[in-house]
């Protein structure tokens, strides 16, 4: 059974990202680079950016899966639901909106992790809103500074407006993505990182 009812239309497309609009700091990261391109019902994008802040707290932020919120106000929910052969199960619910439209989409994710140098998450698809979904987060040390390169790829299990959808799905992955590593970014830089 689905963790969250099921729904179709643009607000579940803006929804879906997995990062959505959390506040701008002051942070300003690097983009190296960043492709987004649709085949076949499955939305991808490949970033590459450098960020301010030392691989090890990057790390620390990234895999912190229970604080996701404060990085994001779009997650309304973030929590680690159990371990699978040491790897922690991650449930997210992300709710956005577009005009007077809201909507939620729930995922569990895999993180397979290799600490400090790699993340990735698969997405079980029996209990989200999506056919599929992978991210692969690989970070990398450049003299206290730190290389970030992320694929992400998703389907979603609803139906998709061609033309609006697509576009709200893009400017929520690519748009969102980068906002959400700026906090990253910022959180990561402080001394305390709260954690």
């Known amino acids: 059974m689905r963790p969250v009812r099921r729904a179709a239309g643009v607000g579940l497309m803006v929804a879906l990202a997995l990062t959505l609009a959390p506040a701008r700091g002051a ?9 987004f391109w649709v085949s076949d019902g499955v939305y991808a994008l490949e970033l590459e950016v450098r960020l301010q802040a030392p691989r090890d707290a990057v790390w620390a932020v990234l895999t912190d899966y229970d604080r996701l919120g404060e990085l994001n106000p779009a997650v309304i929910e973030s929590r680690v639901e159990r371990a699978v052969a040491g790897d922690p199960e991650v449930l997210t619910v992300i709710r956005g909106c577009v005009l007077f439209f809201c909507s939620s989409v729930a995922r569990i994710e895999r993180m397979q992790e290799s600490p400090p140098a790699r993340i ?43 033309l609006l959808g697509r576009r709200a799905l893009r400017r929520s992955l690519v748009g969102g993505t980068l ?14 990182r709260g954690r």
């Open 179 to 192: 906002e959400l590593l700026e906090a990253v970014e910022q959180r990561a830089g402080q001394p305390d």
């Open 27 to 35: 942070a300003a990261i690097e983009v190296l680079s960043q492709r």
């Open 120 to 162: 990735v998450a698969v997405t079980d698809p029996a209990r989200s809103d999506l056919r599929q979904g992978r991210s692969d987060w690989r970070l990398s040390d450049e003299a206290g500074l730190t290389r970030l390169e992320l694929s992400v790829t998703l389907e979603p299990d609803f139906w998709v407006p061609p």
